[in-house]
């Protein structure tokens, strides 16, 4: 059964225990900055898709409650049903005062505070409603309302009309306000009852928000106009996870492919911290544990060894192309399909096979090309030399194993018997050649050695099938 990766548990107790991309110490040093933070603040965590933005928010929000704070945890993207954030926000708000209903007593004016803020927070419900079912229309007007219109110009009414709009256009704008303001009050009143310590000048009250860039564009930009205007108050903290850059396509689907979105999302924090790429090779282990491949390996003859030549033939491939990490994980999904559906003891050829599936995804053209017979081996290895840090790859004991198979694999059947005569009269040569050519040709003849056989040869289309099914499946 293929295998879907699951969110890493949080121990609440140990919350790095499963710390495998070392994120402690940045939790730590943010911790150092928002810690005795009392004036309105919000804190970016910035990073692209799977860099592990929910699990450093989870880690840090257990590490926070070890250190007495108060925190809340929003995910918008689990919200984005409700026509307005703010019933959402109000609403998660109420779970934290019942989950520290228990200790009423060392804040007895909780109750008090919090009835305040459900009670305005309705009122500016009911008043904003029509606004936003306006801009959910996106302004429209229907018919009754234009031949209505006429028919007062036409009875010499317009002006009455006009004065009676504006009149009830600005008691709703002096409610709004007014309301607002009530709200923040009550608001800041309520955040000064939700600490679980018995000094609430100690730490402020942290409000996570998460997936907020997940979410439908019009509710995205709702909620961060709905922080800015209202829930901007003393001793709340809050800190969105976010890509800005998937965020600036939805801010850009509100407001027009022109609108400066970087510029915009801006005016919402205070600071952004944007969290580092893991490393590729600490990454290729994570997902190949996160996929169970070490239970299927278990059950190979081989299993060892084809772990291994997997990942370190795909991890050279990442590190010279540099696979986003979107990508990464596409190819252990490709991995997952090919592995789950081998039997446990066909031969895999584990160095071509991490080769070609991380090359598929980096450079298709390069992969159907060779495939096809259209590209020779010198012809994809003539690629590789060009990336960074390729001519080193290619000198090295991996880069070796992957000409062997490219060149025996080659269309051009006899490239990798010529390429083995050549250079076994390199390696036979008592003199003339440089000691580290002979160093060179004799690591490649033992490479092709090992790979140029009738039976790995027949290996190129079995393993080549096994990457063409991966390609009939689409995931997200």
């Known amino acids: 059964m293929l295998n879907k990766i699951l969110p890493i548990d949080i121990d609440s107790s140990d919350p790095f225990s499963n710390d495998k991309l070392g994120r402690r110490n940045d939790i730590e040093f943010l911790t150092k900055i928002i810690d005795r933070t009392h004036q309105p603040f919000t804190l970016s965590v910035n990073g692209a898709w799977g860099t592990g933005k929910t699990t450093f928010i989870k880690m840090w929000d257990n590490f926070l409650k070890e250190q007495g704070f108060t925190t ?33 007593s060392s804040h007895p004016s909780r109750t008090e505070a919090w009835d305040k803020v459900k009670t ?30 006429m028919s007062e110009v036409a009875k010499g009414k317009i002006a009455s009309s006009i004065q009676s709009l504006a009149e009830d256009r600005l008691e709703a704008f002096t409610q709004e306000k007014n309301a607002m303001t009530i709200f923040r009050n009550s608001l800041s009143e309520l955040v000064t ?67 400066d979105a970087d510029g915009y999302l801006r005016r919402f924090i205070d600071l952004e911290f944007n969290l580092p790429y893991p490393d590729p090779e600490v990454y290729s282990h994570i997902l190949w544990e996160l996929f169970g491949f070490d239970t299927l390996m278990s059950n190979r003859q081989d299993g060892s060894f084809d772990k291994k030549g997997i990942l370190e033939s795909y991890i050279a491939v990442q590190r010279l192309f540099n696979l986003s990490l979107r990508d990464q994980e596409q190819c252990f999904i490709k991995f997952d399909i090919i592995l789950r559906s081998t039997q446990h003891n066909n031969k895999l050829a584990p160095y071509a096979l991490g080769f070609l599936v991380g090359l598929l995804l980096a450079r298709p053209d390069i992969y159907y090309n060779y495939c096809s017979g259209k590209l020779y081996a010198k012809d994809v290895l003539t690629e590789i030399e060009q990336c960074t840090g390729g001519k080193e790859f290619l000198e090295s004991n991996t880069g070796f194993i992957i000409n062997a198979y490219l060149s025996c694999w080659s269309s051009d059947d006899p490239e990798g018997r010529k390429l083995y005569k050549i250079h076994s009269d390199i390696a036979d040569h008592n003199s003339g050649s440089p000691s580290i050519e002979k160093k060179f040709s004799n690591k490649l003849i033992r490479a092709l050695g090992h790979v140029y056989t009738r039976e790995e040869e027949s290996l190129f289309q079995y393993i080549r099938d096994k990457i063409e099914l991966t390609t009939k499946f689409q995931s997200r």
């Open 72 to 104: 809340i945890s929003f995910n918008a993207w689990e919200h984005d049903f409700t026509d307005d954030p703010l019933v959402a926000l109000i609403a998660e708000l109420g779970n934290t005062v019942d989950s520290l209903a228990t200790n009423a």
């Open 193 to 259: 009852t939700l600490s679980i310590s018995d000094n609430p000048d100690l730490h402020p009250i942290i409000f996570f928000i998460d997936e907020l860039d997940r979410c439908r564009p019009l509710y995205a930009v709702q909620l961060l106009e709905r922080l800015k205007h209202l829930f901007s108050v003393p001793g709340l903290v809050f800190i969105l996870a976010w890509d800005r850059n998937q965020l600036s396509h939805s801010v850009r689907a509100e407001y027009g492919s022109g609108m």
């Open 120 to 149: 305005i927070g309705g009122a500016l419900l009911r008043v904003t409603a029509p606004i936003a079912l306006r801009s959910a229309t996106q302004g429209a007007i229907e018919l009754d309302d234009i031949k209505s219109f």
